[in-house]
């Protein structure tokens, strides 16, 4: 029930390319409608996603193929590929605090 995607309806990948450690992706207009704290969610769901990937350092989130300068977690703006340094604190785990209480004793 806490958990939530900020990724808008409709939001599609174009292409993805691994260049070494990063991971370029493409989408499609949807990011771009997006601003401030919702658009900081979804920039940091794609991070924290892509990031999941073995050799993925950083991701380069373009539209028709350019860079395009993003928020961070505090709302400056880079136009540096992205890391999931970039969104602190803003990853929620399914996992139980640990350690966990043990059940049926």
């Known amino acids: 029930d806490q958990y939530s995607s900020a990724i808008p309806d409709g939001l599609e990948v174009?292409?993805?390319?691994?260049?070494?450690?990063?991971?370029?992706?493409?989408?499609?207009?949807?990011?771009?409608?997006?601003?401030?704290?919702?658009?900081?969610q979804a920039l940091a769901q794609i991070v924290y996603t892509a990031s999941e990937i073995d050799g993925v350092e950083s991701?380069?989130?373009?539209?028709?193929?350019?860079?395009?300068?993003?928020?961070?977690?505090?709302?400056?703006?880079?136009?540096?590929?992205?890391?999931?340094y970039d969104y602190p604190g803003m990853v929620l785990s399914a996992q139980p605090a640990y350690p966990s209480v043990p059940s049926g004793a």
Do not use: H, M
């Not at 989130?61 to 860079?67: A, K, M, S």
């Open 14 to 40: 174009v292409s993805i390319e691994l260049q070494g450690s990063r991971l370029v992706i493409d989408v499609s207009e949807e990011l771009t409608t997006l601003s401030g704290p919702p658009l900081v």
């Open 59 to 84: 991701v380069q989130i373009t539209f028709e193929r350019r860079p395009i300068s993003w928020p961070t977690s505090d709302l400056d703006a880079t136009d540096l590929p992205l890391r999931v």
